[in-house]
């Protein structure tokens, strides 16, 4: 599996960005995908998971970003999608996102990384 990570940019506090992780393969809604971050000088950091199809269907989020980050996910696209919304500084950060065949956690033991998208949220 190969993930592509787009969707990131500059934003002003208050702003939206929709980051995309498309996948090449044909089974990749067998795949549990989580996003995670790093910002500049901390390690990095679990933002959401969704679980893959056959498990109980499942979402998780990171307390900090609790009722401002939606995780999606579209099979037949086989992508993933992170829908950020009042976006604050402290979301700055590199944001990868990461499969791993039927598993999901918010640990990072995922077999398989995206390259990374920035994100910016500054005035």
């Known amino acids: 599996v190969q993930l592509q990570a787009s969707g990131g940019g500059l934003v002003q506090p208050g702003g939206s960005l929709r980051l995309s992780c498309a996948a090449s393969?044909?089974?990749?809604?067998?795949?549990?995908v989580a996003w995670f971050r790093q910002a500049p000088g901390k390690g990095r950091e679990f933002v959401s998971v969704i679980s893959y199809r056959g498990a109980s269907s499942s979402t998780g989020y990171a307390d900090s970003v609790k009722g401002r980050f939606t995780i999606s996910r579209d099979n037949a696209e086989n992508t993933v999608y992170l829908q950020m919304n009042d976006l604050k500084p402290e979301d700055t950060a590199v944001y990868y996102c990461?499969?791993?065949?039927?598993?999901?956690?918010?640990?990072?033991?995922?077999?398989?990384w995206g390259q990374g998208t920035q994100v910016t949220v500054s005035s």
């Open positions: 393969g044909r089974t990749f809604s067998s795949y549990g």
């Open positions: 990461a499969a791993r065949y039927q598993y999901y956690a918010v640990s990072d033991s995922y077999d398989y």
